[in-house]
């Protein structure tokens, strides 16, 4: 059998910088997110305390197609909404566009 496990995205709970996306899982083990500690493995989370870091759970494929389209650029500390830079196709060397998630909300 095989288990889905979302994306945990950790970001700086001040500013909204994102520090470490884990990544969508697929995997046979039911109890990987509890064996996994990213804490203790993740430059940028073992330097700051779990206190000052903001976890967002996302199920499975959720946001897939922003994620897909575009680069997850920051998270609204308050409203804990992401946002994403998404390449302008017609303007080849501008910058891209940063807009909130087209996909919904958390």
């Not at 470490?20 to 990987?32: A, C, F, N, R, V």
């Amino acid at each position: 059998m095989l288990f889905k496990f979302g994306r945990i995205i950790y970001a700086d709970k001040f500013s909204g910088q994102i520090l470490h996306d884990s990544g969508q899982i697929q995997t046979t083990d039911p109890e990987y997110k509890e064996k996994v500690n990213p804490y203790e493995t993740v430059t940028a989370l073992t330097e700051r305390s779990k206190d000052a870091v903001l976890e967002i759970n996302l199920e499975y494929d959720q946001y897939k197609q922003d994620f897909d389209e575009g680069i997850l650029d920051y998270v609204d500390p308050e409203t804990k909404q992401l946002y994403f830079r998404y390449p302008d196709p017609s303007e080849s060397g501008q910058e891209p566009i940063v807009a909130e998630a087209v996909s919904g909300r958390v």
